[in-house]
Structure formats: C-alpha cells, structure tokens
C-alpha cells in the first residue's frame, strides 16, 4: 500500500508562487507515475500534471503551462510542483495521486482520476486577488 501526504498548501496573492511536496511510502517509488490533481469549491476534481517514474513524461494542462513545473526526487521518495505566476482560479485543494507504472498513453485515461490508485489527503492553495 502506498501512502502520500502532501504539503506546501497556503495563500498567497495573484502573482505569487508556491511549491507543493508530495511524501510517498510504502512503494518503490521510481516505479510510480505522479500525478497532481486540484479540486475547486464546487467544482470536478482536475488533472493538472502529470510525472512518470523516470521524469522523463511530464504533461500539464494547458491552463497552467508555463506556469507550473512538476518534478520528483526519487532519492527522497517525493513529487514537487512549483507554481508561479499564480491565479485566483488556481485556488483548490490540490491532491497528489499515483499508479504502478508507467504514464498512460492514453490521453483521456492520463488525466482521469480512476487512473490512480493511490491518493494523498489534499492541501490547501488560496489565491487572493
């Protein structure tokens, strides 16, 4: 069973930039695609990034291309994501995933939440305006 705990959460203003950990145990984790989704008020759960074992796939939304950087330390069993240029429609909840395996080549199934089997408990972006 894989365990992931997220971290880095908080508020910001438009403009700022934060970057969100994600802590992986209990798996080799070099054998796990990454993934960060986000979830708004009333809103679907969304695909925002996307990281293979390797780091050698990574794909992003378009919403937040350019603005965000996924990476991994797989020394430290852990996923970042650095965000800049941060938006008020950045603001959610931001949950790290993982599968077994290598990133889907699938587009539809690389971004759908039944994809991962694995989910850390969320963290927390607010961006003010």
């Known amino acids: 069973q894989v365990q992931l705990v997220e971290s880095g959460g908080g508020s910001v203003q438009a403009g700022g930039s934060l970057r969100l950990s994600c802590q992986a145990s209990?798996?080799?984790?070099?054998?796990?695609?990454m993934v960060w989704f986000r979830q708004a008020p009333g809103k679907e759960r969304e695909f925002v990034a996307v990281?293979?074992?390797?780091?050698?796939?990574?794909w992003y939304t378009n919403s937040v291309k350019g603005r965000f950087t996924i990476s991994r330390d797989n020394a430290r069993d852990t996923m970042y994501i650095q965000m800049n240029d941060l938006k008020p429609e950045d603001t959610a909840i931001y949950y790290c995933?993982?599968?077994?395996?290598?990133?889907?080549?699938?587009?539809?199934?690389?971004?759908?939440?039944?994809?991962?089997?694995?989910w850390g408990q969320g963290t927390q972006v607010t961006v003010s305006s």
């Open positions: 995933a993982a599968r077994d395996g290598g990133v889907s080549g699938s587009l539809r199934a690389r971004t759908a939440t039944n994809s991962y089997d694995y």
């Open positions: 209990g798996r080799t984790f070099s054998i796990l695609s």
């Open positions: 990281i293979s074992g390797s780091g050698r796939t990574i």
